[in-house]
């Protein structure tokens, strides 16, 4: 086990990082949001349980460590998604402006330029579609009704489509902490 210490030790550091950026995301942010602090405390574990697993010579404790958080992380990330997707309630007029591409090109997401209490939100949906849904339901610089959090108008979102992505996202969570859990029990 011992000839795999850096690797682990890369992965800890890994961890330690992605916590200190949650960290700075959620102090950066005006309107504070739990979901970051609550992300750096599960990215925190892998290296905690990393050290433990490698303190106690344990490589189950080891290999469950990585799919510990990873698995914690999607069930937050989703739970977090799918309520600010129910936290947007108030319907505004909003301008199609633009579209950012993720996952390598194949998902869109619309950026809406619209008016709330006198303040102008330049704001991305966190809905994407693909390519092809994404023609047929937006036209740059038309206008569209889209749903805000009144608490937090920068959160906006198109509730044509619920994000199925939410809910695979939530199970591949699940699975994953199943996995390190039958790592753990099991083998």
């Given amino acids: 086990m011992q000839q795999v210490y850096p690797f682990f030790i890369f992965l800890s ?5 992605t916590s200190l950026i949650c960290v700075y995301s959620h102090i950066k942010e005006k309107k504070k949001d739990p979901y970051y602090m609550v992300s750096a405390i599960i990215w925190f574990l892998l290296p905690i349980l990393m050290t433990i697993g490698m303190l106690l010579n344990s490589e189950k404790l080891v290999v469950s460590a990585i799919f510990f958080p990873i698995g914690l992380s999607m069930i937050v990330n989703s739970i977090e998604h799918f309520v600010r997707y129910k936290k947007c309630t108030l319907i505004v007029s909003a301008k ?3 579209f950012n591409t993720s996952g390598k090109g194949h998902y869109y997401s619309p950026q809406f330029s619209y ?3 006198g303040e102008s939100i330049l704001m991305y949906s966190f809905s994407s579609y693909r390519k092809r849904k994404f023609n047929k339901l937006f036209v740059i610089n038309n206008t569209y009704d889209i749903f805000i959090n009144p608490e937090n108008p920068k959160h906006c979102v198109d509730k044509r489509y ?5 809910i695979f996202v939530l199970i591949f969570g699940i699975i994953f902490l199943a996995f390190g859990a039958f790592v753990v029990i099991f083998i």
């Fill in 13 to 17: 550091i890994i961890g330690l990082l």
């Fill in 96 to 98: 199609c402006i633009s």
């Fill in 115 to 117: 008016n709330y209490n």
């Fill in 162 to 166: 619920f994000p199925k992505i939410t």
